[in-house]
């Protein structure tokens, strides 16, 4: 008997006994797939493999290994996840940032760690759904090729408007103050510092600090891509005098003249001021300064720095200085 006729006969029979064979075999195929999702949400055993390429910041050398090795683990995770892994065909490559501390050095370029000191890292490898049982792989190696390098300051790029009465206390500073940066030789002599991005900030009224990135110019690598930078800044009180010019270590025999013999001289302290900083200063000219001078020309500055005092601007700025005979 062909097997259409058996075919036809048996729908024949479900039909005689009231029953629809495409219900039975929908019902069929139902209660398969829910034995295979409640199969393969479970949480199961396994053994994983995962390609790795390891990036870490090592000096005189490049951040990222030349070369990839794989990780095996015994891990527990759900059927689902198995059997993805399972039926992808290559493998992916994850590139790992490692901790300089557990990476240790066998020679020149090659540097190694051990299986056991990446428990921390199992998710960044296998994902968050993944539990480790144990390492199967015990040492992985990896080349980190030699590069040139030196060490530049940071320079960092501002416009910073702050809000009225507020001033800078010194200059913008950044933590590192320098980097490492890596390239060939010669774009390497040519350059003498890293400059940060502009730091756009209005309204300031306050120490003010953030991060921003760095901007190395083409064919050059730094090893941090951002600094940290912070701004001090407080109110000031501003007060403005008339102040003569005086001398100071003349020896005997000799007598300057100041031109012009009094400036304007302007004075921000510290918020709350509470004494006129005025009353006591003198702003001089040292006569070492006067002799290392070709044209006679100084710059006056305060005898004493009164406490508070964040900044003296005396106009006109330059003085000339003459001998005159006695």
């Given at each position: 008997?062909?097997?259409?006729?058996?075919?036809?006969?048996?729908?024949?029979?479900?039909?005689?006994?009231?029953?629809?064979?495409?219900?039975?075999?929908?019902?069929?195929?139902?209660?398969?797939?829910?034995?295979?999702?409640?199969?393969?949400?479970?949480?199961?055993?396994?053994?994983?493999?995962?390609?790795?390429?390891?990036?870490?910041?090592?000096?005189?050398?490049?951040?990222?290994?030349?070369?990839?090795?794989?990780?095996v683990a015994h891990v527990r995770t759900s059927g689902f996840r198995t059997l993805s892994s399972r039926l992808r065909r290559e493998d992916k490559t994850?590139?790992?940032?490692?901790?300089?501390?557990?990476?240790?050095?066998?020679?020149?370029?090659?540097?190694?760690?051990?299986?056991?000191?990446?428990?921390?890292?199992?998710?960044?490898?296998?994902?968050?759904?993944?539990?480790?049982?144990?390492?199967?792989?015990?040492?992985?190696?990896?080349?980190?090729?030699?590069?040139?390098?030196k060490k530049v300051p940071v320079v960092p790029a501002s416009v910073i408007r702050f809000r009225p009465q507020y001033m800078e206390l010194s200059p913008?500073?950044?933590?590192?103050?320098?980097?490492?940066?890596?390239?060939?030789?010669?774009?390497?002599?040519?350059?003498?510092?890293?400059?940060?991005?502009?730091?756009?900030?209005?309204?300031?009224?306050?120490?003010?600090?953030?991060?921003?990135?760095?901007?190395?110019?083409?064919?050059?690598?730094?090893?941090?891509s951002e600094v940290r930078y912070s701004i001090e800044s407080q109110r000031y009180v501003e007060t403005s005098s008339r102040m003569k010019i005086y001398?100071?270590?003349?020896?005997?025999?000799?007598?300057?003249?100041?031109?012009?013999?009094?400036?304007?001289?302007?004075?921000?302290?510290?918020?709350?001021?509470?004494?006129?900083?005025?009353?006591?200063?003198?702003?001089?000219?040292?006569?070492?300064?006067?002799?290392?001078?070709?044209?006679?020309?100084?710059?006056?500055?305060?005898?004493?720095?009164?406490?508070?005092?964040?900044?003296?601007?005396?106009?006109?700025?330059?003085?000339?200085?003459?001998?005159?005979?006695?």
């Open positions: 008997m062909a097997f259409r006729d058996i075919f036809f006969k048996f729908s024949d029979w479900l039909h005689s006994k009231g029953r629809d064979w495409t219900a039975l075999l929908l019902s069929l195929i139902i209660a398969v797939v829910i034995w295979l999702v409640s199969s393969l949400a479970g949480s199961y055993s396994t053994v994983m493999s995962v390609s790795l390429t390891a990036e870490c910041d090592i000096e005189g050398h490049n951040n990222l290994s030349s070369n990839s090795v794989s990780l994850v590139t790992l940032s490692i901790d300089r501390n557990i990476l240790r050095q066998r020679s020149e370029e090659e540097f190694f760690v051990t299986a056991s000191s990446l428990t921390g890292y199992v998710s960044a490898i296998y994902g968050d759904d993944v539990t480790l049982e144990g390492f199967v792989s015990d040492t992985l190696f990896f080349r980190f090729p030699s590069e040139h390098c913008v500073r950044t933590d590192p103050d320098s980097v490492m940066i890596y390239g060939d030789p010669k774009t390497l002599s040519r350059v003498s510092s890293i400059s940060t991005r502009t730091i756009r900030l209005d309204d300031v009224h306050g120490n003010t600090h953030g991060m921003i990135a760095l901007d190395a110019p083409g064919g050059v690598r730094t090893a941090v001398f100071t270590g003349v020896p005997d025999g000799i007598e300057l003249k100041a031109y012009p013999p009094e400036v304007d001289v302007t004075l921000r302290c510290l918020f709350p001021m509470t004494y006129d900083p005025t009353g006591d200063l003198r702003l001089v000219i040292p006569y070492s300064d006067f002799e290392a001078s070709r044209t006679g020309r100084c710059i006056p500055v305060l005898e004493v720095v009164p406490e508070g005092l964040i900044n003296c601007s005396v106009s006109p700025e330059i003085i000339r200085c003459v001998e005159v005979a006695r």
